[in-house]
Nanobody
């Protein structure tokens, strides 16, 4: 099972940008879809963005036009470029391998890492 380690979080003012990185312990080339999730205090973990091996992407409505997910299979890494950050983006961000079901739902496949904290101040 692939181990994932997230980094790049921090404290940023509203309107600012951050780039999150997710490093995998082994090749992710064989993993069709990788995704970023986030969990805010008192809320359920939610999917933020997903990217397939071929580069197709999908975003939560709340981040469309502001976040960009990408993957580098050669470096076994997944990234999340976040711009125009809002206080409501404050959360712990996680990456994981996911499965897209026929019904259109994403299911996380791997073990959750520690995540990286993103805090957006007003």
């Amino acid at each position: 099972q692939v181990q994932l380690e997230e980094s790049g979080g921090g404290l940023v003012q509203a309107g600012g940008s951050l780039r999150l990185s997710c490093a995998a312990s082994r090749s992710i080339f064989s993993i069709n879809t990788m995704a970023w999730y986030r969990q805010a205090p008192g809320k359920q973990r939610e999917l933020v963005a997903a990217v397939t091996r071929g580069g197709s992407t999908n975003y939560a409505d709340s981040v469309k036009g502001r976040f960009t997910i990408s993957r580098d299979n050669a470096k076994n890494a997944v990234y999340l470029q976040m711009s125009s950050l809002k206080p409501e983006d404050t959360a712990v961000y996680y990456c994981n391998a996911v499965l897209l079901s026929d019904s259109g739902n994403y299911y996380a496949l791997g073990r959750w890492g520690q995540g990286t904290q993103v805090t957006v101040s007003v």
